[in-house]
């Protein structure tokens, strides 16, 4: 009974990287509503621009790197591309922590463009200049714009998840 | 103004190199690990390339796992719809029937006279032996990214799967084998932005290239004569001028959408395909 609360405990509190992991492996499609396709977001993206600002500790840069090259296999792009594209991520999202004395949801709202912008030209770059596939521009943006959008939501789910462990 | 550079340059210096109490490994290291690996993969070393394979296949089977409950939900939803349509479909498939029954003897007709012509412009059916592989494979993976229109299937180079084979649904295309591993492989559709492949408009001898846009209900048509106007209802079938493909395959059909714009929609329906045939360039019948 104590290993199963034990391993219950364990489990809860490494969801985040579960849910990292998870995503990598599994792309859920969702219906196009017209011709846009709103539930198009970047997941991971969300997640480790949340972490690595508030909770450094809890998402490890390697697992970072792992899902990314997990990401790359799923999807059939060159090997290493996405891994670089969240480690770009997490040194802009690292350099916001260092440098930002007071944080509010708001504020972190709005870093995360610049965020988005960093992550998805080293994406381009590499995509572009490593290998021969053309790109989808358009959803690249529209992807980008429904994760900065949905990050408000998820922000709070994931202070309310951080609460609820402190508690535990 | 120096204040401030010393500030970026310490806050960076900070970001890269700084592990924290639970980080196993900076950030430097990771890029430059990733970088390594993206360079290594671009110049394509055998050692590299067989690592990968070996990767691919651990992480598909991982992934097939991952997607089990949305394929069962898939499946659910599929039988549910399948069983409520029944009645409406025996109708139909009863008319379809006495329908392709009169078809049945203008075809008989059509290929005797199609021989008696070949015979007299002395054109032989007999293709290559190495055109004459066909492997069945189970769709094992279908997750689309925005970015990517690919399938997974169970079979690789194990089973004499090879790069640039072409998938078959139905008699229809769907695509060709762009990434091959030992245990799977991985097809490229037709409506992916990379897939080109040279094409006939049925009824004309117009040709032209059919390249993919990410949806299969408009892809695009190039390099077709000028002032050239498509027509609803068309058939567009390979060319066979990549030598590739047999010529004659059905690929796309042109119809009119609700804003009474002509579009080309693939015949194929690659979210349906759960059974495929590798053929290299044939058609399998």
């Not at chain 2, 991985?186 to 949806?215: F, H, M, W």
């Amino acid at each position: 009974m104590f290993y199963f609360k034990l391993l219950k405990e364990k489990l809860f509190i490494s969801l985040p990287i579960i849910f990292l992991y998870f995503f990598s492996f599994y792309h859920f499609q969702v219906p196009e509503v017209g011709k846009i396709n709103f539930f198009s977001f970047n997941f991971q993206m969300i997640l480790i621009y949340f972490y690595v600002l508030k909770f450094p500790d809890s998402l490890g840069y390697g697992n970072i790197f792992l899902a990314g090259i997990i990401n790359d296999t799923v999807l059939g792009i060159s090997l290493g591309t996405t891994s670089l594209s969240y480690l770009s991520l997490s040194l802009f999202t690292s350099y916001i922590r260092t440098a930002t004395l007071r944080s509010a949801m708001v504020t972190e709202w709005f870093t995360f463009i610049p965020a988005l912008f960093f992550s998805n030209l080293v994406y381009l770059i590499i995509i572009n200049n490593f290998s021969d596939v053309s790109f989808y521009y358009v959803e690249l943006l529209q992807n980008t714009f429904f994760t900065f959008l949905f990050f408000p939501i998820f922000y709070q789910i994931f202070n309310l998840y951080q609460k609820m462990i402190k508690k535990d | 103004m120096a204040d401030h550079r010393d500030d970026f340059i310490i806050a960076i210096r900070y970001a890269l190199l700084k592990k924290g109490a639970k980080q196993k490994f900076s950030l430097f290291f990771l890029i430059l690990l990733s970088i390594s690996i993206i360079t290594l993969d671009k110049f394509s070393f055998p050692l590299i390339n067989t690592t990968r394979a070996v990767l691919n296949d651990l992480v598909y089977n991982v992934a097939i796992l991952s997607s089990q409950p949305s394929r069962l939900k898939n499946y659910l939803v599929k039988e549910t719809k399948s069983h409520l349509s029944v009645k409406s479909e025996n109708r139909f498939l009863k008319e379809e029937i006495e329908y392709l029954k009169k078809q049945n003897f203008n075809n008989a007709f059509l290929s005797s006279e199609n021989q008696i012509l070949k015979n007299a412009l002395d054109l032989s059916d007999i293709k290559g032996i190495e055109q004459d592989i066909t492997i069945s494979a189970r769709v094992i993976l279908d997750q689309q990214s925005p970015f990517l229109k690919s399938i997974l299937i169970n079979k690789g180079t194990r089973s004499g799967i090879i790069k640039g084979m072409a998938v078959f649904h139905n008699d229809y295309l769907l695509g060709t084998i762009i990434e091959t591993n030992f245990l799977s492989s991985r097809v490229l559709l037709l409506t992916d932005l990379n897939s080109k492949i040279p094409v006939i408009i049925g009824g004309t001898d117009v040709n032209a290239i059919l390249e993919g846009t990410g949806k299969s209900q408009n892809l695009n048509l190039s390099y077709l004569p000028e002032n050239y106007q498509l027509e609803t209802n068309k058939i567009i079938f390979s060319s066979g001028k990549d030598g590739f493909l047999e010529a004659g395959i059905p690929v796309a059909a042109t119809y009119i959408n609700k804003k009474d714009n002509i579009l080309i929609k693939l015949l194929g329906e690659p979210n349906q395909a759960l059974i495929v045939n590798v053929t290299n360039g044939q058609i399998n019948r």
